[in-house]
């Protein structure tokens, strides 16, 4: 199934989900209304796409735009051997995204990740708790307001002022 | 006096002399510079030559404790209840630049060295240091403990 | 006080909790495992990661493209070169470069060392942690032959940063092929010995036969990739499905299991090694020797400086020690010259004018490899599967965002379903089979 073919199926399917398609150095990317993650997802799960991985799940911080966190879901069809990536972008006030558990078995972790490192919530997610760094925590590492050296240690250490 | 004193001196290399030959070291390996430890340990180098060949992964049963790659904020108070659980005598070795100073991860989650946290005795730099290095950081030590003043006070209290 | 975790909240108030890690000989000091058991029987289980949590993503966010390449070392730190090829692959295909064909030969030459050294260390963890402490032994010895190889050419035995943006760092050393046959004829015995050890051992049988088994659905559910993913029976390989570098054009086979169990897992990355070696051996003879440097006296870059004050010298300048296998003649072989994206030879510093510029440009803030605006994702098969770069470029000299795609993260994260309802001892095996590498989990 070529990629024009692929998206005309999908909007056939789903409506306006796809808010565009583009090409960044020969990667498929599909730009989706967040509130459609998952019926996508759903969807391309299934045949005929048949995507039947999630590879992998990031976020992007594009702090001045108005679109301000950029998820990025990568797709992989083992049957087809092809990869897709798909993007929505979320606002910088509350941003919150249908959750994909129940669809993928790592979308847990993944999930957990990214809301650990962006401060991004998953909405329907079972267990949503930092998984990189630790309670107490305060921010959200990878925003881009987030200082690159601020340390907060958890037992006092020596040589502090 | 002057014969008890003699005797004193010799009895403090004497145990100098059995402590540094028989370390049992508690491996805090978390990241790349265990692999460098597992070089040090097997056969290639053999960190037994020099009797620290002894592996004990109970801390109550160590008396080295080497700490073996990046300490980061959440681990931290870990380490640290694994010295203290540590009876005396004990010694430290920091193995690998970001045990020493943090490396080259400056930033928010890795802890600047672990002399923050407990004492060290001896540092091996080296990101990470090669096997020949762990060597010369354990004879350092040994020399050390060869060295070290004992503490009499529990003597004198009888 | 911390809030009460997810086991502790489900937790029977008759069952009792255990906690095996972070610091657990079998745990490899950085995760944390949370048990509740009833007698050995383990009914919940909760993984906790994080411990190794270094801020690779946020710090390469702050330094250059060229700067970062020694952070993506330590990621995967049983395998190096792998990583760096990762990253430099994911630059290069932003880049649009094209790298010669003996760099493309060195670096799987490269990938491959580090793939053996890679499935010895994750086997020999795994049979030391279920008492086969010999195993252990057998193949630390195989590794060092291994890193020998390694460090003849790259100058270091782990973290190298040797595969470069363009191409590699330097020629092969003089000697790599007498070290690479020594190092393949070991590896190959101590893979012998070793079957000889374990293949019908009834003890490491039954540790791991039926055990940690896993369905492929689940498996693909869970985002497996790599020799887990292969111990299912789905020949996934990045190698075979999406080749990159010169791997269409050399043989060998993906090995499969068939249960998805902890033996399996022991049995691919077994015979996954003998498939490396054989490439190993095609690629050393694909390989042609190096040109000899051209002759005539060489002088030293004080001298050359110092002459060319006077007159433009046609001598060979000798470079010092650690950039040998650099030489100015030599770099149409290693590195894409067509755009600047390399380091430019360091001899021209010396003599004139535009090489030293070049040079300094290279490494200003600012100034060094720019690639065009735009996000990449490009993955190459690492030891344990897919390792993948996502990087989003903001046409700065520096990342806007880079992201790990660790093939590690994916199958610690079925170890919870794994071990769920297995008992105590079942944990060590299953696993120390994921080969979980702290660098790379956690990042």
């Not at chain 2, 005795?121 to 060869?146: A, H, N, S, T, W």
């Not at chain 3, 799987?108 to 010999?134: I, K, P, Q, W, Y």
């Not at chain 3, 010298?313 to 100015?328: A, C, M, Q, V």
């Not at chain 3, 605006?373 to 000299?397: C, P, W």
Request: proline letters at 5%.
């Amino acid at each position: 199934m070529g990629q024009e073919n692929l998206i005309e199926a999908i909007r056939a399917k789903l409506g306006d989900a796809v808010e565009g398609v583009s090409d960044s150095f020969g990667d498929a990317v599909l730009t989706l209304r967040s509130a459609a993650v998952r019926a996508v997802m759903a969807a391309l799960r299934e045949a005929p796409f048949e995507y039947a991985v999630l590879l992998d799940l990031t976020c992007v911080d594009f702090a001045a735009a108005e679109g301000r966190f950029e998820l990025v879901y990568h797709l992989y069809s083992l049957t087809r051997n092809v990869r897709l990536r798909l993007k929505a972008s979320l606002p910088a006030a509350d941003p919150s995204v249908e959750t994909l558990v129940g669809l993928w078995k790592n979308a847990e972790w993944l999930e957990r990740e990214v809301f650990d490192m962006f401060g991004v919530r998953f909405e329907g997610h079972p267990y949503l708790k930092r998984i990189l760094t630790y309670e107490g925590f305060e921010g959200h590492a990878l925003r881009k307001s987030y200082p690159w050296r601020l340390e907060q240690p958890r037992i006092p250490l020596k040589g502090d002022v | 006096m002057s014969g008890l004193d003699f005797l004193t001196t010799r009895l403090e290399t004497a145990i100098g002399w059995g402590r540094k030959f028989s370390l049992f070291h508690y491996p805090f390996i978390t990241a790349c510079c265990g692999m460098e430890y597992m070089s040090a340990a097997c056969a290639h180098f053999d960190i037994d030559r020099f009797g620290a060949g002894l592996t004990r992964f109970s801390p109550r049963q160590a008396d080295l404790l080497l700490v073996v790659g990046t300490i980061s904020h959440k681990l931290a108070p870990v380490l640290k209840t694994v010295y203290d659980q540590m009876l005396e005598p004990k010694w430290v070795i920091a193995f690998g630049a970001c045990t020493v100073s943090g490396g080259i991860y400056q930033n928010y989650a890795v802890v600047q060295g672990i002399d923050r946290i407990i004492p060290v005795d001896i540092y091996i730099p080296g990101c990470p240091p090669r096997p020949e290095m762990v060597l010369d950081g354990l004879l350092k030590l040994q020399d050390k403990i060869q060295h070290q003043k004992q503490d009499w006070r529990w003597a004198r209290k009888t | 006080m911390e809030p009460l975790t997810r086991i502790q909240r489900d937790a029977r108030p008759e069952s009792m909790l255990l906690n095996m890690g972070p610091s657990h000989p079998a745990m490899h000091g950085t995760l944390r495992i949370m048990l509740e058991l009833d007698g050995e029987k383990i009914l919940n289980a909760e993984a906790e990661i994080g411990y190794l949590h270094r801020g690779f993503e946020k710090t390469c966010e702050n330094k250059t493209y060229f700067n970062l390449l020694i952070y993506t070392d330590r990621l995967n730190y049983v395998s190096p070169l792998i990583n760096n090829l990762g990253y430099v692959m994911t630059m290069e295909k932003m880049l649009g470069v094209t790298v010669p064909e003996r760099a493309q030969l060195i670096r799987v030459l490269m990938s491959e060392l580090s793939r053996v050294s890679d499935h010895l260390t994750c086997l020999a963890a795994m049979a030391m942690e279920n008492g086969a402490f010999t195993v252990f032994l057998y193949m630390m010895k195989a590794r060092e032959f291994l890193w020998d190889v390694i460090e003849f050419t790259t100058g270091a035995r782990m973290t190298t940063s040797y595969i470069r943006i363009g191409g590699v760092r330097a020629d092969l050393h003089p000697d790599w092929r007498g070290s690479l046959t020594t190092a393949i004829r070991e590896t190959r015995q101590v893979l012998k010995d070793v079957s000889g050890l374990l293949d019908k051992n009834s003890i490491f049988l039954g540790r791991t036969r039926g055990v940690g088994a896993i369905s492929r659905e689940d498996a693909l559910s869970y985002g497996w990739t790599g020799p887990c993913l292969r111990s299912t029976g789905i020949p996934y390989d990045v190698r075979k499905a999406s080749p990159y570098l010169i791997y269409d054009r050399l043989s060998f086979e993906v090995p499969v299991g068939e249960f998805g169990d902890n033996y399996d897992r022991y049995s691919v990355r077994m015979r996954e090694m003998e498939q490396s070696l054989r490439l190993l051996e095609q690629v050393a003879g694909l390989i042609p020797d190096a040109a000899p440097l051209s002759a005539g006296p060489t002088i030293e870059p004080s001298e050359a400086i110092a002459r060319s004050r006077r007159q433009r010298t046609g001598e060979r300048i000798r470079l010092s020690p650690n950039l040998e296998g650099y030489e100015k003649e030599r770099l149409p072989g290693l590195v894409a010259t067509d755009k600047p994206i390399a380091v430019p030879p360091k001899e021209d510093t010396y003599t004139t004018m535009e090489g030293l510029i070049s040079h300094f440009l290279f490494f200003m803030s600012g100034k060094g490899i720019r690639p065009p605006k735009g996000d990449v994702y490009f993955s190459v098969e690492g030891g344990n599967g897919e390792v993948g770069f996502y990087i989003v470029s903001d046409g700065t000299d520096r990342p806007y965002r880079l992201h790990l795609r660790a093939p590690c993260f994916h199958l610690v994260a079925a170890l919870e379903q794994l071990i769920k309802g297995r008992l105590i001892a079942d944990v060590v095996p299953t696993f120390g089979s994921m080969n979980m590498i702290g660098g790379e989990l956690d990042r």
